[in-house]
């Protein structure tokens, strides 16, 4: 079991979560990008698939996102004139389990609105989203798309 911290090509930090039994799972900290997931199969030689992977983005365009994996989406459904968009504020890692109780790994990403967990088991993976409400309408007119 593993948690270690890079960056990839373009410096962009990220997290890579390994189980016991080699199930991995990639993360780009400042977006949440689930950006690569490698579950244990049965059906590859070598048990191990890369079932959820992102392309990059074009190479005359610095500034675009890369294409696949999980991203983190919030639209203010409270509002008509608001459109699903990438989560607009930059996370930063607020805290790491790698529980040897469980079996399991995870990343807990923090901003302003709220918190972004990913979680890697043995045979799945899990993200949650945890707002914070500090408007005067209820949290329940956002929808998360994660």
Known sequence: MCIKFSESGNVVPLVELTVRNG?????????????????????KDDE??????????????????????????????SDPASKLSPFSTQLTVKDVDDSDAIDAQQVELSCTSGN???????????TAVLLNNNGPQACFSYQCNA
């Open 23 to 43: 199930s991995s799972l990639r993360l780009r900290i400042p977006d949440g990008l689930v950006n690569s997931y490698k579950p244990e199969v049965n059906w």
């Open 48 to 77: 191990f698939e890369e079932v959820l992977y992102t392309l990059p983005a074009a190479v005359s365009d610095s500034s675009a996102n890369p294409k696949g994996g999980i991203g983190l989406v919030i639209n203010d459904v």
């Open 116 to 126: 972004y967990v990913v979680s890697l088991y043995p045979e799945s993976m899990a």
